[in-house]
């Protein structure tokens, strides 16, 4: 009976002390939801600001349409907000534990024999790390096209939309010119252009025009015209008669945008093997990795006494961070130039912090068996 009463005693305390560490990894976990909310919201009010001065700037040199600003800015958020992420939950970790350090809460659980739930945080690390990996590898690609096409969109509308009745306009860089007599709800009345074009000069008359937009270009449709062809230095010009005529408005973007490697799908650089696509496509893997390495840092980081405060560590995770960061783009701009090899790639920037991670966490234990 003494050993059944015994065994039944330790079941009892077993799943008590369970239930007591599943409680404390759900008060943990409400506390890093409330710090990354917060923090989060903090940092995208303050790149909304950054960006919102940035395009309204633009906006007011003419450079970029008014209505083109909100647009701009949700999917910049989209495609940045794996960067702005990780950061936040870095630091919600830090302070969440932090205020346990402060309010002695750590020691009592160090008392009661529970230590800091390490893998409560490394699992909410792993979740959270999904769903970076989600915004890397699909959401920021795709925004990123649509950013290219809608600043494409943009630039081209700047460039008509800027038109004035009775004044001379250039577009494409001074390649040619536009002039409107009038302009009534659109639409645009004895229209004169000029273009130079490089095999040949073209001179367009018009009774009426109007804008319209296809497949992310825009035109102007000419009604009711001549048009004027001549050879450079030359008087031989070829008169054509028209009812209708669309000519495409070029913009000032260059052809680069749309090669842009970051806008590119994780699927087509995976079918590339040339470093620099390589370069991109690790870079997009290890965001949801450093959310993890990070989420394992911030608890031997966070330690502290109560006299240091809750804030003690945060200006050191954040130097640590922006290191961290930093490294990771210098590796990948070696990947990408062909200084490291691809095998190598951007991992060692993430070894040397596991390396420290593995130091700072068991240095104490073996410090105090040393004693």
């Known amino acids: ?17 369970e239930e007591f560490f599943l409680i404390i990894s759900r008060y943990l976990s409400r506390e890093i939801f409330y710090n990354l909310t917060s923090l989060t919201g903090l940092l995208v009010l303050i790149y909304i600001s950054h960006r919102f001065m940035h395009y309204l700037v633009q ?29 936040g939950f870095f630091l919600a970790i830090l302070l969440a534990l932090g205020r346990l350090y402060k309010d002695n809460e750590i020691t009592a659980l160090a008392a009661c024999g529970i230590a800091v739930p390490f893998k409560t945080i490394v699992g909410l690390g792993i979740i959270f790390s999904l769903f970076i990996g989600i915004l890397s590898l699909i959401l920021s690609p795709w925004a990123l096209t649509q950013a290219n096409l809608l600043k494409k969109q943009a630039t081209t509308t700047a460039e008509v939309s ?10 494409n860089q001074g390649k040619g010119i536009f002039y409107i007599e009038a302009i009534e709800n659109g639409n645009m009345k004895n229209v004169f252009v000029q273009a130079n074009l490089p095999d040949k000069y073209v001179i367009l008359v018009a009774q009426h025009a109007y804008q319209t937009m296809q497949q992310n270009e825009i035109f102007m449709v000419l009604l009711n015209g001549y048009r004027y062809e001549a050879p450079p230095n030359s008087l031989a010009y070829v008169i054509t008669q028209f009812q209708e005529h669309a000519i495409r408005i070029p ?8 090669n842009d490697i970051s806008s590119l799908s994780t699927n087509e650089l995976w079918q590339k093997t040339d470093p620099i696509y390589q370069a ?12 993890i390495l990070l989420a394992a840092l911030a608890v031997p980081l966070s330690r502290t006494t109560p006299r240091q405060g809750q804030y003690a560590k945060i200006f050191a995770g954040i ?10 783009h210098i590796a990948q701009k070696w990947v990408a130039n062909g200084d490291v090899p691809v095998v190598i790639g951007v991992w060692w920037v993430h070894l040397i912090l596991l390396i420290i991670i593995v130091i700072l966490l068991y240095f104490p234990k073996l410090k105090r068996r040393s004693i």
Do not use: C
Request: net charge positive; hydrophobic share 50%; glycine share 4%.
């Open 1 to 17: 009976m003494t050993h059944n009463h015994a065994k039944l005693s330790f079941t009892i305390m077993k799943n008590a002390l």
């Open 59 to 87: 906006a007011a040199s003419g450079a970029l349409p008014a209505e083109f600003i909100l647009k701009l800015m949700g999917l910049k958020l989209l495609s940045d907000l794996m960067l702005i992420l990780p950061l």
């Open 162 to 171: 800027n038109f004035m009745a009775g004044r001379f306009k250039e577009f």
């Open 251 to 258: 913009n000032q973007l260059t052809d680069n945008q749309n």
């Open 280 to 291: 991109e496509l690790q870079w997009r893997f290890s965001l949801p990795l450093s959310v």
């Open 319 to 328: 130097l640590i961070y922006l290191i961290y960061s930093n490294l990771s």
